[in-house]
């Protein structure tokens, strides 16, 4: 084949005409001290606060100490394949996370990684780590019930969509159950469910992973795990990231519940951090910036004003406490952030109160607005009948005569006292909470054996929906006791009780 001279210059020609140069400035530095997950690096003098770094090796890191000479970079990995010398490369991005409907049902790590072994993650979308809370004009009143399954939570402390509960108490209390529960309970109400594990057993992460798996539960819940294997700066970017993927639901009108198990870890690895990086230590040598760092996380949790689509990210944050000590420093932090605490005590869950809630110090901030008619209907004077029965109980151990009244008031707060006991894994519909509460509240149970009442409870439960599902059905529906439903409640239990004996 001949090629003709004047061919090879118009291809060259053209060649030429088509070319562009590109010039990409790119930021580096170089490693000059490395440890303990940390990385000091030199230079960078273009680097953002939280930006993602590339090291040589591979390995990951992010940008946490921006000072006049050097950057501080925390590293996401094994930071024994990182030498001194080593070039470190600003990749321009803030640190992000995956987000979308993609992450249901997935376990991933805290940078979107997926742990389950079903493949990579194929969200096309991404958010960033840290965002800004919503102002005050964006947001609205919580006044819509996230209900929880537990008796003893929905009619006294009742947690609302875009509340934040704190869950607080000693280890080994149940802290972890409430929250599983109250995510077995979401079924079939449209909310997406967020466990993030910061700082836990890997044992105990699967273990979660295993109960919400076998109720069915993973079909609209993600699970991001930070365990105690992990590095402490991926603890410390777990709950950002839990709650970066909970504002995407929100923010496209939809409803997200995130738990961090718990803080108190995201505290200590925060804390970690923090000193290796030389940052200056304050009381129990958390630095300066601790009570920013959790005000921050929890301050993204609202319910967004209807013009926004009324979406809400509730927050359940887990706090460990010490010796039931609740004055301790990350403690009384976080219970001033949030809109209310659930009280878990130790002597409590020992005696076979369960939940073991403390119902004096626990309380919620929104109150009945996050109830529905019909608990307050019958749970309006449960926390103060509770309350007086515990002084009367005290009082009565003295071996003092008491009166009638007395007498009447100690045997109604025995019994409220044991239906409001619950089994875990075992969330309760809210018909049924509002079944046996009544029938408490309205005298029905007086004259039942209190070591009976337990078994009574199930039985009554099965009986209403087999004899008179009317009634369930009724205060499913209307949200409400009517006059009519409650003299029908009295006389389906008055008949169970005279079928039983």
């Not at 003098?45 to 890191?61: I, P, Q, R």
């Not at 019930?145 to 929905?154: E, F, H, M, N, Q």
């Not at 005569?401 to 519909?429: C, F, N, S, W, Y």
């Not at 408490?440 to 004259?447: N, V």
Request: aromatic share 6%; with cysteine; hydrophobic share 40%.
């Amino acid at each position: 084949m001949n090629i003709k001279p004047e061919e090879i210059t118009r291809i060259i020609q053209k060649q030429i005409e088509s070319y562009q140069t590109r010039l990409e400035m790119v930021s580096t530095g170089t490693v000059i001290q490395v440890g303990d997950g940390i990385a000091r690096v030199y230079g960078m003098d273009k680097c953002m606060y939280a930006e993602l770094v590339e090291f040589e090796s591979g390995v990951f890191g992010m940008a946490l100490n921006l000072e006049p000479d050097n950057v501080g970079v925390v590293i996401f990995g094994d930071d024994t394949a990182i030498k001194e010398g080593e070039t470190v490369r600003c990749t321009g991005r803030i640190m992000e996370v995956p987000v979308g409907n993609e992450m249901i049902g997935r376990i991933i790590d805290p940078l979107g990684q997926p742990l389950d072994g079903k493949g990579p993650v194929k969200a096309t979308k991404h958010r960033l780590l840290e965002d800004r809370a919503m102002g005050v004009v964006d947001r609205q009143p919580v006044k819509e019930p996230l209900l929880t399954g537990w008796k003893a939570i929905d009619s006294m402390i009742p947690i609302g969509r875009g509340q934040r509960e704190l869950i607080i108490g000693d280890r080994g209390t149940g802290k972890t159950a409430i929250a599983i529960d109250t995510i077995l309970n979401q079924k079939g109400t449209g909310v997406i469910c967020i466990y993030v594990g910061i700082g836990q057993k890997q044992s105990s992460i699967a273990r979660v992973h295993k109960v919400l798996e076998d109720a069915g539960a993973m079909a609209y819940t993600i699970v991001v795990s930070a365990s105690a294997a992990d590095p402490a700066p991926l603890q410390y970017i777990a709950p950002y990231a839990g709650t970066a993927i909970g504002e995407e639901i929100r923010d496209n009108g939809g409803h997200a519940l995130v738990i961090y198990d718990d803080l108190s870890k995201h505290a200590f690895a925060y804390r970690q951090l923090s000193l290796l990086l030389r940052r200056p230590p304050g009381r129990e040598a958390y630095p300066g910036d601790i009570f920013n760092l959790h005000s921050r996380l929890l301050e993204r949790s609202a319910k967004l004003s209807d013009k926004l689509g009324g979406g809400s990210l509730t927050s359940l944050p887990i706090i460990e406490t010490q010796a039931g000590d609740v004055s301790a420093y990350i403690p009384t932090n976080v219970i001033s952030i949030t809109d209310g605490q659930i009280y878990l005590v130790g002597n409590l869950f020992y005696s076979g109160v369960r939940p073991a809630i403390d119902v004096g110090i626990s309380v919620s901030r929104v109150g009945g607005k996050a109830q529905f008619k019909a608990m307050r209907q019958v749970a309006g004077k449960l926390r103060m009948d509770l309350a007086q029965y515990r002084e009367l109980a005290a009082f009565a151990q003295f071996g003092s005569d008491l009166d009638k009244t007395a007498k009447a008031q100690i045997t109604r707060g025995e019994r409220m006292v044991e239906i409001l006991k619950q089994d875990e894994h075992e969330p309760m519909p809210f018909e049924k909470q509002i079944l046996i509460i009544a029938s408490g509240s309205y005298g029905l149970l007086d004259d039942v054996p209190v070591a009976q009442l337990r078994v009574f409870e199930k039985e009554l439960g099965k009986y209403m929906e087999r004899s008179h599902p009317e009634i369930l059905s009724g205060i499913r529906d209307k949200k409400e006791i009517t006059e009519e439903n409650k003299k029908a409640l009295t006389a389906a239990v008055e008949e169970f009780k005279k079928q039983r004996i």
